[in-house]
């Protein structure tokens, strides 16, 4: 293993062009005679649109065209399709609610895009939406799960949700779960709240739009993934072959699944494009993104586990309301279903289990993946179970958990879930992370707190999630004359370091310094496929097609090499990016052979494709104290530590910050972040950041990290995948631990987000109840 090898910490090859402004974002992008277009969103949750007046606008200073869904059907645009449908447990296919880019006589959230006006200028776009003209007769609207599911709610789709639900799925089996549960010595519940979460990314939702020379549709935008965009749009939109459109995804500034979507707005800047025969913009305003961009989680749950006399398990039922907001996102119906349902039991032995959820429509945004997308909420459910059948039985956290685990001579294991783990030492990583947190010193720590008036808690939780399986994916190299290597390949980095992983990869296989190596990702153009960025791929998927296209390119090299020293192929060997003979002391470069290929073959180029059997299975151990001041409802967290399994370590640096930003994700939830919409007018009342409130940096104490890793069987690196585990590991870890804290007031329930104000009023019940 060389400089570059796995388990360097290579510093990142990004960060030089974002520290210094050089990033190229959507928005960065403008051509030449540009336009702009500007969105009218509904104000209301639930209404017909009973008169619209566009001619004002039309005619406004600057505008160039205003587009409504006649437009839409004029060039025979379709609706949104739906990427994944759900089968109900009566066999009946899930219907799909109509979704067309411009509301169709009815909105039915607030945000819902109506009308889109372009401009010379964004002012002058704006400015014409206040000429609009429209009226609406105002309908009852459901704005959560509560409200969308009680007798009489107001309906948003007669036909396809009647009573509001639009499937009713199940997973596993029933009979067996429920003969489990008849014979059990005890059973435990719980209900949880998995509350909507507005991903924020940093970088808002963009997209331009244009027609080239050619009369050719292209595409900018902020994705996570240029090819399955493409694909969509073309093939089931436009219904034009894919190769009229061309769609380019130049840095994008974060996305936790929200960016892989098509969304109206793409629609329509090519709209615009073809009607106005000039490039389009857009880019969305804050307020704008937490309106219209798609939401994550939003789940109401009861679970039980049935246990025998020892406290092992013995089936787990679980029933889950999933909110699907007012429309059917892409992957809307896949994330609370087969998304993250398999997850249920976690890291334990558990025989059997039974799953319902019931999709449920109401006058909201729509949802869909967020972080984990679906593996958080199945892990929240399990590990905040596994705590209170821990409370039960008089045992410790560690304890339920060491007694229920699947053993490492199991392995490959087939769960209740229908999921097979192909490794994992889970007591081993589970008495690392006690060691570290020093878990015997938390009773001193304990006293100490309150000999300043605060309430200490501590929670631990165990994760394991599935990633790193679907579709493949295709890395080629191409070496040009002067010896430098280009990487194309069809992930889509958000920031995650995806430049430095495959460039570091390909340094150590190639001998190359890392500044001769160029990766290209988002260009539908350049690279033939691509599966795009989520569910942790990049790596475990992209990486192993680029491990198998650095030994391609080394395999067609050595014959060329062996030419140019004119000596058999086996008596050369690749040493630091230098070409040698064994006999002898003669050598060449890889700009030798480059140039010697181009002169006979055009160019030396090699590819490689990895396609999974199977996912991975990363896991691994969160623990956390908190301090709660019981005067404020303050809550402050003192220590947090995770250890990881994620099987082979790449690059350390890379992987401490995927797996913290991660968890500051995860304990955001659990702290601040709560979508709110009124449950009876359905208006969003978290609009802006100054109502939606993200972590901060001043949140969080050090995180102490490490790993422990036993590589996975199931792709050639050993590669787990890391991008979403520390926000499946997060939130229940928080959430113990601040129920620790409370557990001696006699508090029994907390629900995300432990706000300061919630918190409070929670100790002040608790205490009130103590005192009655």
Same mark, same amino acid.
């Given at each position: ?126 400015? /014409? ?49 429920? /003969? ?20 924020? =990314? ?65 629609? @329509? ?30 789940? @109401? ?27 059917? =996102? ?8 087969? /998304? ?93 992370? @006690? ?5 015997? +010193? ?8 309150? /000999? ?58 190639? +001998? ?57 192929? +086996? ?173 001696? @007031? ?27």
């Amino acid at each position: 293993m060389g400089r570059f090898g796995a388990g360097q910490a290579m510093r990142r090859v990004e960060d030089q062009r974002f520290l210094t402004g050089q990033g190229r974002y959507t928005d960065d992008i403008t051509y030449p005679n540009s336009a702009h277009l500007a969105v009218l969103r509904s104000p209301h949750a639930h209404a017909e649109i009973t008169a619209l007046d566009v001619t004002e606008a039309r005619t406004a200073p600057g505008v160039i065209a205003v587009l409504t869904e006649a437009d839409l059907t004029a060039q025979k645009i379709a609706d949104l399709p739906v990427g994944f449908m759900v089968t109900s447990s009566d066999g009946s296919p899930m219907a799909i609610p109509p979704r067309p880019a411009l509301a169709r006589g009815r909105v039915r959230y607030v945000g819902q895009p109506i009308v889109a006006v372009i401009a010379e200028t964004p002012n002058a776009a704006r400015d /014409a939406l206040e000429l609009i003209e429209i009226e609406f007769d105002s309908l009852d609207a459901v704005g959560d799960l509560t409200a969308a599911t009680a007798e009489g709610a107001p309906v948003l789709w007669e036909t396809e949700a009647p009573g509001n639900i639009l499937y009713d799925w199940e997973m596993g089996e029933r009979e067996a779960t429920d /003969a489990a549960f008849a014979e059990a010595a005890r059973v435990v519940s719980i209900e949880l709240v998995n509350g909507r979460i507005a991903p924020t =990314s940093i970088e808002g939702r963009a997209a331009q739009a244009r027609v080239d020379e050619t009369g050719r549709l292209e595409l900018t935008t902020c994705s996570q993934g240029a090819h399955g965009l493409r694909d969509i749009i073309a093939g089931k939109v436009l219904n034009i072959p894919t190769d009229k459109l061309h769609v380019l995804c130049p840095d994008v500034g974060g996305g936790f699944g929200m960016k892989i979507f098509l969304y109206p707005e793409h629609v @329509l800047v090519l709209l615009g494009a073809m009607v106005t025969q000039r490039p389009v913009k857009w880019a969305a305003d804050r307020s704008e993104s937490f309106q219209a961009d798609v939401h994550g989680r939003d789940h @109401l749950t009861r679970a039980e586990l049935a246990l025998d006399a020892d406290g092992r398990y013995l089936a787990l039922r679980v029933d889950t309301l999933a909110n699907m907001g007012a429309y059917v =996102s892409h992957f809307g119906a896949f994330i609370p279903t087969a /998304a993250g349902t398999g997850m249920l039991p976690g890291v334990y032995d558990i025989p059997t289990m039974h799953a319902r959820v019931r999709g449920v429509m109401t006058n909201t945004a729509p949802t869909d993946a967020y972080r984990g997308a679906g593996r958080p909420e199945a892990a929240y459910v399990i590990e905040r179970l596994t705590d209170k059948v821990a409370r039960e039985l008089g045992l410790t956290p560690a304890e339920i958990r060491r007694r229920n685990f699947i053993p490492p001579e199991a392995m490959p294991y087939k769960t209740a879930g229908g999921k097979v783990y192909d490794s994992g030492e889970f007591s081993a990583v589970l008495d690392t992370a @006690l060691a570290r947190a020093d878990w015997d +010193g938390f009773d001193k720590r304990k006293a100490d707190s309150a /000999a300043k008036g605060l309430l200490r808690g501590r929670g631990l939780s165990y994760y394991v999630e599935v990633c790193a399986g679907g579709a493949p994916e295709t890395a080629t190299l191409v070496m040009d004359e002067t010896g430098g290597a280009t990487i194309l390949i069809g992930t889509q980095s958000n920031g995650q370091g995806h430049e430095t992983a495959y460039t570091q990869m390909a340094a150590d296989a190639l +001998g190359l310094p890392p500044e001769r190596i160029t990766v290209v990702q988002g260009d539908t153009d350049r690279i033939a496929t691509g599966g795009g960025t989520g569910g942790s791929r990049s790596i475990p998927v992209g990486g192993a097609a680029l491990d198998k296209a650095n030994d391609a390119l080394i395999a067609k090299a050595l014959p060329i090499a062996a030419e140019l020293l004119e000596t058999e192929e +086996g008596d050369v060997t690749l040493d630091g990016g230098i070409f040698r003979m064994r006999s002898g002391n003669r050598t060449v470069t890889w700009s030798d052979l480059a140039r010697a290929a181009h002169a006979k073959d055009g160019e030396l180029t090699a590819a490689g494709t990895w396609r999974p059997d199977t996912g991975s299975f990363p896991n691994g151990c969160h623990i956390c104290e908190v301090e709660i001041d019981p005067e404020t409802g303050h809550l402050r967290i003192d220590r947090y530590t995770i250890v990881d399994d994620v099987g082979v370590t790449l690059n350390p640096v890379l992987l401490k910050g995927q797996v913290i930003g991660g968890a500051v994700q995860g304990i955001g939830q659990a702290l601040r972040e709560k979508v709110i919409y009124d449950p009876e007018t359905a208006q969003l009342l978290t609009g802006t950041l100054q109502d939606y409130a993200i972590a901060r940096a001043d949140d969080f104490p050090a995180f102490d990290f490490s790993t422990r890793n036993i590589p996975c069987t199931t792709n050639p690196l050993g590669v787990k995948g890391a991008g979403e585990a520390g926000t499946i590991g997060a939130t229940p870890t928080l959430v113990n631990a601040a129920f620790d804290a409370l557990w001696d @007031l006699g508090v029994r329930r907390l629900d995300m987000p432990l706000t300061p104000p919630d918190l409070w009023r929670t100790i002040q019940n608790a205490k009130d109840a103590q005192s009655a």
